[in-house]
């Protein structure tokens, strides 16, 4: 029986009111598109809001609106998967003060002459899980906490021996000694900090999300460039390559449901509990029917391979004899369903050779990436396929940007 049928029969008065419907939880941010596609157009589909269903514009920056290293950059909607591109990107110039300890215990940071500082490059793709804000959030917030976690190690990473003790002094006379011994290198704080960076970022994004009732999650591919050297670092199935005359080498490895099967199942062996009784961590080959009860099948367990955490590769960017046609490459799955690194390099092969004047070569072979994702039946697959996914593409040049990338 209904609320409104026991007031009427047992209660004077009226019918009780209708009830309230469940007032929507705002979004931690607003929705928007990369801040360096502003001014890129104001066609269907442009523009920060909901597109219409037909509408798939491959979205690149204005012309004249100059990426850092003169990158190239594009990007799709999904076909209709989502009422938003769940996608986010981002890229910039870092600039890493120096941080000096005074006398006193307090500890302050000093803002020196700009000669001082140590710039470099950044690059990010973002692809948003459950919706657009936590790929959002990852784009506001990630390039800061990089920032930051770069500072604390800045005079170890500037040093000719790395010292234990980060203000630039050592403790005791024996700390060169243990630094050596322990082999650590200016890259092992840069790829520390990027740990760290990707760490306090999920944190950030998960009291955001939380605060406003939301949920979700995204994957992360970032490529930095400091002194010289190109870091790409992976959390997710987004991909990075480098694209070479006669090389391609992928940058990046992808975390998918098989690869961090390992590390769900150890967390269901910690923590059964998760699990509320209704799931196992088995792994199976196929989904178990009821035929399958009493008797032996084939499963996995947490302990029969090994798990991944994040990946950073590191590209010493000023050893390699690079070519005015060497790039790298980075993109989010939705360009890797359909094409493979090989593909991916041909394109790249047969475009930028033949346009070496145009300005906006990079960011017109972005475009032709996603175009090649698109159906054609004369695309490099040859059989039509199509990326109903989000896609994004970042097209990095390495010759004459990279040649210069060690300075401060």
């Not at 799955?333 to 300005?359: H, I, M």
Request: charged share 25%; net charge negative.
């Amino acid at each position: 029986m209904s609320a409104g049928w026991f007031r009427r029969r047992f209660l004077p008065g009226g019918p009780l009111p209708a009830p309230r419907p469940p007032r929507p939880r705002a979004s931690p941010v607003p929705y928007r598109r990369p801040r360096f596609l502003r001014g890129s157009g104001s066609g269907p589909g442009t523009a920060d809001a909901p597109r219409r269903p037909d509408a798939r514009p491959v979205r690149s920056p204005a012309r004249g609106r100059a990426l850092p290293w003169n990158a190239g950059y594009a990007e799709i909607i999904n076909a209709e998967k989502s009422e938003f591109n769940e996608d986010q990107a981002a890229c910039g110039q870092l600039c890493i003060r120096r941080c000096e300890f005074g006398a006193e215990e307090d500890q302050e940071w000093l803002t020196l002459c700009p000669e001082e500082f140590l710039t470099g490059h950044y690059w990010a793709l973002f692809d948003g899980h459950g919706g657009p804000a936590a790929a959002i959030l990852a784009a506001n917030t990630l390039h800061s906490c990089l920032r930051r976690q770069l500072e604390a190690v800045v005079e170890g990473m500037v040093a000719t021996r790395p010292p234990m003790h980060l203000s630039g002094h050592c403790v005791c006379p024996s700390d060169p000694q243990f630094v050596e011994e322990k082999g650590i290198r200016a890259e092992d704080l840069v790829i520390g900090a990027l740990e760290s960076a990707f760490q306090e970022c999920d944190e950030v994004i998960g009291r955001e999300l939380e605060a406003s009732g939301q949920v979700g999650g995204c994957t992360a591919l970032v490529a930095v460039s400091l002194q010289g050297k190109l870091y790409v670092a992976n959390a997710g199935d987004s991909r990075a390559i480098l694209v070479r005359k006669d090389e391609v080498r992928p940058l990046s490895s992808e975390f998918t449901p098989e690869t961090e099967r390992q590390r769900i199942q150890q967390l269901a062996f910690v923590y059964p509990e998760l699990l509320a009784g209704e799931f196992t961590r088995l792994e199976f080959p196929r989904r178990l029917k009821g035929d399958d009860l009493g008797q032996k099948v084939l499963f996995r367990d947490h302990h029969m391979r090994g798990w991944l955490n994040l990946q950073v590769t590191v590209l010493d960017v000023d050893q390699l004899e690079l070519q005015e046609e060497d790039v790298v490459v980075m993109a989010t799955d939705g360009l890797w369903d359909v094409l493979s690194n090989e593909q991916v390099a041909r394109l790249v092969r047969s475009f930028l050779p033949g346009n070496r004047e145009d300005p906006h070569r990079f960011s017109e072979l972005a475009q032709r990436l996603i175009h090649s994702t698109q159906g054609k039946d004369d695309g490099p697959t040859g059989d039509g396929q199509v990326s109903y996914d989000d896609i994004s593409v970042f097209v990095i040049p390495l010759h004459s940007q990279g040649q210069r990338s060690g300075g401060h």
